[in-house]
């Protein structure tokens, strides 16, 4: 990273509209990604089915 990466977010962060936010969460949300859950599989299971989405499940190595 540059020595003034902190100044240089700051100032996009200061003087981004709202078009140029709207035009990157469109490009970058419209690319396909992976969520990962970790949790309870008995509990969330039915919920992420009720997405529609492939779901595989990973066992933890022991």
């Given amino acids: 990273m540059p020595e003034d990466y902190a100044e240089q977010q700051n100032s996009i962060i200061t003087t981004i509209t709202q078009k140029e936010l709207s035009d990157i969460a469109m ?3 419209s690319q396909p990604m992976q969520w990962i859950v970790v949790g309870d599989g008995q509990v969330v ?4 089915e009720k997405m529609n989405l492939d779901i595989i499940e ?3 190595a022991k």
């Fill in 27 to 29: 490009k970058e949300l």
């Fill in 45 to 48: 299971r039915s919920q992420l």
């Fill in 58 to 60: 990973l066992q933890l």
